[in-house]
């Protein structure tokens, strides 16, 4: 599985971004898919989760009423449309599909795969 993660720039402080991750694989909708976020000299943190079919979210509660989080399996695709961003919110962002049961998927140990990560900064 190859997971290709795009989207990222700067942007001020109360913009949008779209985050998109492209996934190679033909046993997609078998994949929880997630996006994570880590910043300069802290630890990678879960961000927010769609399960297999779509029909379940989860998010961190940083990012709750400003993210969104979608997926389309007929295009192995995921997306992350982040509004009203502020400098907190400045990271590379990776997307990530695991396997692992719902509850354990807000843990980057529980990711089989990962993207490469995309850089998003906010200004303020």
């Known amino acids: 599985v190859q997971l290709q993660a795009s989207g990222g720039g700067l942007v001020q402080s109360g913009g949008s971004l779209r985050l998109s991750c492209a996934a190679s694989v033909r046993t997609y909708n078998r994949y929880n898919m997630g996006w994570f976020r880590q910043a300069t000299g802290k630890e990678r943190e879960f961000v927010a989760i769609m399960s297999r079919n779509g029909g379940s979210t989860y998010y961190t509660d940083s990012v709750k009423g400003r993210f969104t989080i979608s997926r389309d399996n007929t295009k192995n695709m995921v997306y992350l449309q982040m509004n009203n961003l502020a400098p907190e919110d400045t990271a590379v962002y990776y997307c990530?599909?695991?396997?692992?049961?719902?509850?354990?998927?807000?843990?980057?140990?529980?990711?089989?795969?990962w993207g490469q990560g995309t850089l998003v900064t906010v200004s303020s």
């Open positions: 990530g599909a695991t396997q692992k049961v719902w509850s354990a998927t807000s843990y980057a140990e529980s990711y089989d795969y």
